[in-house]
């Protein structure tokens, strides 16, 4: 591949770094705008665990607002050792409990972070490569 190629790919990879951040930051905003970022919490306990269609296990929990059960079954289903009877905390809208979720790491930050790692790994190989080009490194200077 000509430094040229190389050059470019460089300049791509950094491009598609700059949209995989700008996508962390858009997913982020979507969620706090969402109701992910609830402002009433309530103590939960996991009532079942079932499996879904992606084979992953999703928790199903029953809270208590108002002196009314609720229940509500997780966002983001994993496998994330919670059995039946274990404590969880339930964020949803004091205006309508109905929409609610539980509190949960990934859930919340899964995505971004995701996108965030992809960016950076993404963003340094095309900044890598580019200084590289810069800097004059040829194709001589691959080990063979």
């Known amino acids: 591949m000509t430094p040229r190629r190389r050059l470019v790919v460089g300049y ?4 598609i770094a700059v949209a995989l ?6 997913v982020d905003r979507i969620a706090r ?17 079932e499996r879904d ?6 928790r199903v929990v029953e ?3 108002d002196g ?7 966002d983001v289903c994993t496998d994330d050792g919670t059995n039946v009877g274990d404590a969880v905390t339930v964020r949803y809208d004091p205006r309508d409990p109905r929409d609610a979720a539980v509190e949960d790491w990934w859930a919340r930050w899964g995505a971004v972070t995701t996108l965030a790692v992809l960016a950076a790994t993404t963003g340094g190989v095309g900044v890598l490569t580019i200084a590289l080009v810069r800097r004059g490194g040829g194709e001589d200077d691959v080990p063979r």
């Open 21 to 26: 951040a700008l996508a962390a930051l858009a």
């Open 53 to 58: 269609d992606w084979r992953s296990w999703c």
């Open 33 to 49: 705008d969402d109701g992910t970022d609830r402002t009433a919490r309530a103590d939960g306990v996991v009532v079942a665990v």
């Open 12 to 15: 791509v990879l950094t491009g």
């Open 68 to 74: 009314e059960r609720r229940e509500v079954r997780d």
């Open 63 to 65: 809270f208590t607002v």
